[in-house]
């Protein structure tokens, strides 16, 4: 089966600008979860849907982040406006069954706000 | 919060030694997952444990979960220079609403042929 596709696989925009990031899980997979890790730091979490819906939006850091998965398929990540705090890996992942059991993450997209 | 601490987070040794990694929390948590990551990819998944002192082989890797679930242990034997790699434990928690993983930093491993 196709992994999990994210694009773009780098970006750097400037402070203030928009930029819109791509999760395509793998097929049938109905959780699907965004991760950010930011320079020096862990892994953390950010948000996870369950088909179309958010079941966990705990770890967004502020309104200045939207996610969507519209129709539960690919989903985007939204961040506007950008700020210099905001660069980081996002990762992306996937999971047939919710709860305990691991995921498969993309390669995640490398985000510098400058 | 929940913390994981790794340790060693760097760790640099010859071929064929044997070599543990351990994370630490002061939280219980119901799995341990461990992952690998190679620079420029994601993180992929080597075992999941969910038992209080459940151990687990991956050929030349052991896995074990503490019996309070709230530490474990990655053990290499006869570590390959095929075994170097960000080696990350993620914690999970079952209930309660909130889904995501705790991550430790991760223990970069490097062996020298």
């Known amino acids: 089966e196709a992994g999990v596709t994210q694009f773009p696989s780098h970006s750097v925009i400037e402070k203030g600008q928009t930029v819109t990031l791509r999760c395509d899980p793998i097929?049938?997979?109905?959780?699907l979860y965004w991760y950010r890790r930011v320079m020096g730091k862990e892994i953390k979490f950010l948000l996870h849907?369950?088909?179309?819906?958010?079941?966990?939006e705990s770890g967004m850091p502020n309104n200045r982040f939207l996610a969507e998965r519209t129709g539960g398929t690919y989903s985007t990540l939204k961040v506007q406006p950008a700020e210099l705090e905001d660069s980081g890996v996002y990762f992306c992942a996937s999971s047939r069954r919710q709860g305990l059991y691991g995921y498969t993450f993309g390669s995640g997209t490398r985000l510098t706000v400058v | 919060t929940q913390l994981l601490e790794q340790s060693p987070q760097f760790l640099s040794i010859q071929e064929g030694e044997n070599l543990t990694v351990y994370c630490n929390s002061s939280?219980?948590?119901?799995?341990l997952q461990w992952y690998r990551q190679e620079p420029g990819e994601g993180p992929v998944l080597l075992v999941t444990?969910?038992?209080?002192?459940e151990v687990k082989k991956l050929k030349r890797l052991t896995f074990q979960f503490g019996d309070a679930r709230k530490d474990s242990s990655l053990h290499i034997t006869a570590a390959q220079p095929g075994d170097t790699g960000l080696y990350l434990c993620a914690g999970g928690r079952s209930g309660g609403g909130a889904d995501g993983l705790t991550f430790g930093k991760g223990t970069h491993l490097i062996i020298q042929p």
């Open positions: 939280s219980v948590f119901s799995s």
């Open positions: 097929s049938g997979h109905d959780n």
């Open positions: 849907f369950v088909k179309e819906s958010k079941q966990d």
């Open positions: 444990v969910v038992t209080g002192g």
